[in-house]
């Protein structure tokens, strides 16, 4: 559960207990976790050691290896789970914000359907823009990660819009205390002359560049199944959601049992990004309770 103080919101975390396990947040300032065992032969250990120096021309090595990685194609291995763990929380740790963002961004597009591994490199992409003072920039990438993020990582992509908002002096801070109300209750329909108009988030009224995503959005044209999750997510990040859910609704109608699971949690993405908030997502996971598994009761 996740909450503002002492009043409670219900978290859309229905199903996450039935998706697998999850990469470990990227918390700037933290040390980051390397493996001190580690075969020094071993070059992901290698860039590993070299990031979390406190030699800038020996992190500068790291930061050239992991560009030559991703030159050759996608990550292999357990490269993806060094990148999240260790080389991107390293990274900021060392304040080498334009790297990070360059790599995260680097990863996401290249590895579209691999949505956990979208959504940390994405967080890594807030943190890093918050890092180096570019708030807007930072706010617009929140809403990006608030569309795509998992039902398990929703409260963390909420809690980083927040301090975006807060960063940001161009947006207000009335508009901090409003997305927070927005996630308990929803947003009412804007009312006219002409009888109710589309209810009207905090995150609606926010940009985002959906050029950054078309390159890999025309490389994922959904002709096969597999591509379906790519584009999805690409859609997602570039705000556009209507699309998205085209993307996901055809893959829910032909979900196997196996796979319900991990297509509803795409359709409540979607009904999270087009709101900008929670409250339908859970309203509307609520009503497939009975019909998707989990362990975990749903908070009260």
């Known amino acids: 559960m996740?909450?503002?103080?002492?009043?409670?919101?219900?978290?859309?975390?229905?199903?996450a207990s039935v998706f697998g396990g999850s990469r470990l947040p990227l918390v700037a300032g933290q040390t980051p976790p390397v493996a001190t065992t580690?075969?020094?032969?071993?070059?992901?250990?290698?860039?590993?050691h070299q990031l979390s120096s406190?030699?800038?021309?020996?992190?500068?090595?790291?930061?050239?290896?992991i560009r030559r990685l991703l030159a050759h194609g996608p990550l292999t291995g357990d490269a993806d789970q060094r990148l999240t763990r260790e080389w991107l929380p390293a990274?900021?740790?060392?304040?080498r914000y334009a790297e990070t963002n360059e790599i995260a961004i680097a990863v996401i597009l290249s590895h579209p359907g691999d949505t956990m591994l979208v959504e940390a490199c994405q967080k890594a992409r807030?943190?890093?823009?918050l890092g180096s003072g570019q708030a807007h920039e930072a706010l617009v990438n929140a809403k990006s990660l608030f569309n795509v993020a998992s039902l398990k990582g929703t409260g963390e992509a909420i809690a980083l819009v927040v301090q975006c908002l807060q960063a940001d002096t161009t947006v207000g801070l009335p508009l901090v205390d409003r997305f927070k109300t927005e996630q308990e209750i929803g947003v009412a329909p804007t009312s006219s002359g002409k009888g109710a108009g589309p209810a009207a988030s905090v995150l609606s009224s926010i940009a985002v560049d959906a050029a950054v995503y078309q390159k890999a959005l025309d490389e994922h044209p959904a002709q096969v199944r597999t591509d379906f999750i790519a584009r999805g997510n690409l859609l997602l990040l570039a705000?556009?959601?209507?699309?998205?859910?085209?993307?996901?609704?055809?893959l829910y109608a032909v979900a196997t049992p196996e796979?319900?699971?991990?297509?509803?949690e795409n359709i409540a993405r979607c009904i999270k990004a087009a709101d900008g908030h929670i409250v339908g997502a859970n309203a509307w996971l609520s009503k497939l309770r009975p019909v998707v598994a989990?362990?975990?009761?749903?908070?009260?």
């Open 294 to 300: 989990t362990s975990e009761p749903m908070p009260q």
């Open 54 to 65: 406190s030699e800038p021309v020996r992190q500068q090595g790291g930061v050239a290896a």
């Open 91 to 95: 990274l900021l740790v060392a304040k």
């Open 38 to 48: 580690a075969d020094q032969t071993d070059p992901l250990a290698i860039i590993s």
């Open 259 to 264: 796979e319900l699971a991990q297509a509803t």
């Open 239 to 250: 705000g556009q959601v209507t699309e998205a859910r085209e993307m996901f609704d055809g």
């Open 2 to 15: 996740w909450c503002w103080g002492s009043s409670k919101i219900i978290a859309i975390a229905l199903c």
């Open 126 to 129: 807030v943190r890093a823009l």
